[in-house]
């Protein structure tokens, strides 16, 4: 599986691309400017000799919209337009949005409401023939791109397309340590990017890495509704 | 400490103030109807013979409010109607909203968003001079009200009032397997109220009772900051 990262070069981009890329995946890396995420392509090998990054690259945004699942992980604002600029490319392919709107508010950090309601439905709204999903939104970036550890985190996928929902709750699910949830209908991508604000203002208060758990589901039935 | 509860007729309502008494609190459970309040005071006592909850009462909604700590746990759109009747019994006091707004739509739960983002917002705004804070959204009524076992979750408590949020997370960590985290200011209310619609559609998709926790923060800090 070709996985394609627009906005790579963020912590967010960068941890889940050489993660998928330990894992066996070709990634792309992508960033408006190519040589940024060869850069990105070669800290991330120098970083990690132990493990095979051979199918790693780095590519503009262009490029890494050229993979068969892409993941958005630019930072909000770009994400509706730098997806509308390679909507031809995104055409019946599953889009992921991780973006999270938010700002901080003094000591504070506060949920942004984009126009219709989350980064995932203005991207959604931007590439209509694309079979977008929400997913990765509470993952702490530095333990997703530590290849020496697992990640203790459950991801919450939504999406209108229940193909779409699957094919992420199964590459979410390769991550060691991480499980996916079926979340519902992109709606929920706004209370989901939303709590990344509390959740952000909490590791700030607590000096910590917050992710999110769930509890009282039977492990056996997460992948399979 | 004596605790009462507006609004406690309904399944969150009754399993807290339920739960707190057999803690060793008093609690009187309020609703506009003081006769129901009774009925439900008698079944909760029939249910439960080897607890003592002698101190349980049931009362109309201002009986309630004269309490030393207030929650309020009626319908959404009843929180702030309900406490601005009572506003001068909750003056001063701290008042605790665990009210969601939500709707279903089809077969997904949406969270609705009131007039200033919240329903504890709203409530703050409805009783200026009390000590608003927000907790307890994401306890699975059935757990909080089964005296036999404990309740798998951490409450995200929210205030303006820092020493507010202490006593809520003092009175959370009182009942058995919770965990309370400071998460904010109350503009926090709104993303934690609009998860709630979040996991309850997974509760109906999996068949299961879902409840937050918290990975990557450190026990012992958890009360402290």
Redesign the interface.
Request: with cysteine.
């Given at each position: 599986m070709h996985i394609g990262v627009l906005g790579a070069t963020g912590p967010a981009g960068s941890a889940l691309g050489v993660r998928l890329c330990s894992l066996g995946h070709e990634v792309t890396l992508g960033s408006r400017d190519s040589a940024r995420a060869e850069a990105v392509r070669a800290e991330l090998i120098a970083k990690w000799p132990d493990h095979d990054l051979s199918h790693l690259r780095g590519a503009d945004n262009a490029g890494a919209a050229a993979a068969d699942i892409v993941v958005v992980a630019t930072p909000w604002e770009g994400a509706a337009p730098t997806v509308k600029a390679l909507e031809d490319s995104l055409a019946g392919k599953v889009v992921v949005c991780m973006a999270n709107a938010l700002t901080r508010?003094g000591r504070?950090?506060?949920?942004l409401i984009p126009a219709r309601g989350s980064v995932a439905a203005d991207v959604a709204a931007a590439i209509p023939a694309a079979r977008v999903a929400a997913a990765f939104h509470h993952v702490?970036a530095r333990?997703l791109g530590d290849l020496a550890g697992t990640v203790?985190?459950d991801v919450?996928v939504c999406s209108d397309d229940a193909g779409a929902t699957q094919v992420v709750i199964d590459l979410a699910e390769s991550i060691p340590g991480m499980r996916a949830?079926?979340?519902?209908?992109l709606?929920?991508a706004?209370?989901?990017e939303?709590?990344t604000?509390?959740?952000i203002?909490?590791n700030v208060?607590?000096?910590?890495?917050?992710?999110?758990?769930?509890?009282?589901?039977?492990d056996s039935?997460?992948r399979t509704?």
């Open positions: 508010v504070e950090f506060q949920p702490p333990e203790d985190c919450l949830v079926n979340a519902g209908r709606t929920a706004g209370p989901i939303a709590l604000a509390i959740l203002g909490m208060r607590y000096k910590a890495h917050l992710s999110i758990r769930l509890s009282g589901l039977d039935g997460a509704r």
